[in-house]
């Protein structure tokens, strides 16, 4: 395994009020080749949720950067996960993104496994003249290296050396919970998806969820439109936000080990929100604090690329690396199991007018997103400066809402919400910067 010297990339020295990052990080290519072996093959990764493999034989296919990943239940209800390649010859093996199926046959020679991985049939064999060397292989499907779940999502890792996906979760783990604990039977995925891709590096989504920075300027179209129907005007019962109330609103982030953050907003209309109705389930069920943050406006980052975003409504969010400048971006609604019909169209109704290639905002986002990855062509700017905002308010370890929550982030921060703090984006980049380095975890801590 090859590591970089990231001294030269990641700027990092708080103490100075110094945190920047080199335009290399999205735009060169070798690194790009790096990060897939050293970032994403040296962490977990989303893969799905079980609500999506919830019978024997189901299934999702997945990937963990450029590795393609079959996870399955089998028909004794045990969940693994391959590599989603036929080992006969490397041809990706399953291709539905989900579905149910007793048996996976490879569409080029024919080979056949069942969902716990074990070949069942090679096509032909008895007339192959197959030598015993060949006989003597293992042509099951390759298991990966670490499969496992938490509050019903499921994540897998190429390496056996990460650390348990409890420590790995660690402090963010209740920000995981007030989204999968929003039903009293659980979450699903609510049918359908949105995928689309952009021309710009992976980061940028990664970076720009946790950026409040940028709202009043990029989205400012979606604003207007929200005006106008609060004005009765257009699709009037799509229980938007008054946005001009929630930028009035306290935000406040948090910093943790292993690349995490989250950031949130005090919410203005938390009657617009598809949980406000049956809130009091809610309370009785998961405590009145962990209830009360359940309507803030909240975006968690789970290192390396996904996200569970509860700004506008509930969804996940997978961004795909697939080259140093085209990304995949891959979004799901969630929502409680049995949700009440009339509840569920008020979720899909926000879902759709935010999210998506046909929303109102993405678009806005993906276009400052190719915008961003042609000026790192440019010569000689080398240092991006989008990583000050809130240092000087910044605070170590848990502030009074961090203790209100009962977690130990390792920086905390809150304010007004034009503060708009890029703090958030400190924890990712030196945990990249760590792992594109080869140091130990130990020296993972946040030096803020």
């Known amino acids: 395994m090859r590591f970089v010297d990231t001294s030269a990339l990641v700027d990092d020295r708080p103490h100075q009020g110094v945190f920047r990052v080199h335009r290399d ?30 019978k024997p034989n189901d299934f999702i296919t997945a990937w963990i950067g450029r590795t393609p990943i079959l996870v399955a239940r089998d028909g004794a209800g045990k969940l693994a996960a391959f590599l989603n ?18 048996y996976h046959v490879c569409a080029y020679h024919g080979w ?12 032909d064999r008895a007339a192959a003249c ?41 402090e963010l783990k209740p920000f995981i919970d007030m989204a999968m604990q929003q039903g009293p039977h659980g979450m699903e995925v609510v049918r359908g998806r949105v995928c689309y891709t952009y021309r710009g590096n992976w980061k940028l989504q990664m970076e720009n969820a946790m950026d409040q920075y940028h709202l009043t300027s990029v989205h ?23 946005w001009n109330k929630r930028v009035l609103q306290q935000s406040g982030m948090f910093n943790f080990s292993h690349g995490h953050s989250v950031t949130w907003i005090n919410q203005a209309e938390v009657e617009k929100r598809p949980i406000y109705p049956v809130m009091d389930e809610i309370r009785s069920r998961v405590g009145a604090v962990k ?8 975006i968690a980052l789970i290192f390396p690329n996904f996200q569970i975003a509860d700004g506008t409504t509930l969804n996940l969010r997978t961004f795909r690396p697939i080259s140093v400048g085209l990304t995949e971006m891959r979004l799901h609604c969630i929502a409680p199991i049995g949700e009440d019909p009339a509840l569920r169209r008020w979720r899909l109704r926000q879902f759709e007018d935010f999210f998506g290639a046909s929303g109102f905002a993405s678009p806005d986002d993906a276009a400052c997103f190719e ?10 700017y080398d240092w991006l400066q989008g990583y000050s905002r809130g240092i000087t308010s910044l ?20 304010g007004d919400f034009d503060l708009n703090c890029e703090t958030t984006l400190h924890s990712p980049y030196r945990e990249w910067a760590r792992l594109m380095s080869g140091r130990s975890s130990g020296e993972n801590e946040l030096q803020s």
């Not at 006969?88 to 993104?97: D, I, P, S, V």
């Not at 056949?112 to 096509?123: L, Q, S, T």
């Not at 605070?395 to 920086?411: F, K, M, N, S, Y």
């Open 25 to 54: 990080v999205f735009a060169d290519a070798a690194l790009f080749e790096l990060e897939m072996e050293n970032v994403f093959g040296r962490t977990w990764a989303f893969l799905g949720t079980e609500s999506q493999v919830a």
């Open 85 to 102: 390649i036929c080992p006969h010859k490397g041809t990706q093996l399953a291709h539905a993104e989900q579905g149910n199926a007793k």
């Open 371 to 380: 915008a961003a990855q042609r000026g790192y062509a440019a010569r000689p």
């Open 291 to 298: 209830a009360d943050w359940m309507l803030k406006a909240k």
């Open 220 to 242: 400012a179209s979606y604003m207007s439109v929200m005006d106008k129907r609060r004005q009765g005007e257009g699709h009037t019962d799509a229980h938007q936000f008054d």
């Open 130 to 170: 197959y030598p015993p060397a060949f006989e003597a292989q293992n042509h099951d499907l390759v298991p990966i290296a670490r499969v496992t779940a938490y509050g019903g999502l499921i994540f897998g890792s190429l390496s056996p050396e990460v650390p348990t996906l409890d420590d790995y979760l660690g």
């Open 395 to 414: 605070r170590d370890g848990a502030d009074e809402h961090a203790a209100q929550l009962g977690i130990r982030p390792v920086a905390s921060l809150a």
């Open 112 to 123: 056949g496994f069942d969902p716990a991985g074990k070949n069942v049939d090679i096509k």
